[in-house]
């Protein structure tokens, strides 16, 4: 049988809950860690990868400011 491993992110409340959470997708977690801090930090990491300007995530970010107010109308 081959072995798929695969990484991704899961939200949830303690390590025993992100172990539940796979297990009933039927994965097994080789590997869990805490990823610490709010979520812009966690937006300009991946940000940081892509090599994107200032310009750029200015203007992401004031798109996006102007799609959620659209929406709270």
Same mark, same amino acid.
């Given at each position: 049988?081959?072995? $798929?491993f695969?990484?991704? =992110? /899961?939200?949830?409340?303690?390590?025993?809950?992100?172990?539940?959470?796979l297990?009933?997708?039927?994965?097994?977690?080789?590997?869990?860690?805490? $990823?610490k801090?709010?979520?812009?930090d966690? $937006?300009?990491? &991946?940000? =940081?990868?892509?090599?994107?300007?200032?310009?750029?995530?200015? /203007?992401?970010? &004031?798109? /996006?400011?102007t799609?959620?107010?659209?929406?709270?109308?």
């Amino acid at each position: 049988m081959n072995k $798929i491993f695969q990484e991704g =992110e /899961l939200n949830a409340e303690s390590e025993g809950q992100a172990y539940s959470v796979l297990k009933h997708q039927g994965l097994i977690a080789v590997e869990i860690k805490e $990823i610490k801090g709010n979520f812009f930090d966690k $937006i300009s990491e &991946r940000l =940081e990868k892509f090599k994107v300007g200032e310009k750029f995530v200015s /203007l992401f970010f &004031r798109q /996006l400011s102007t799609t959620l107010e659209v929406m709270n109308l």
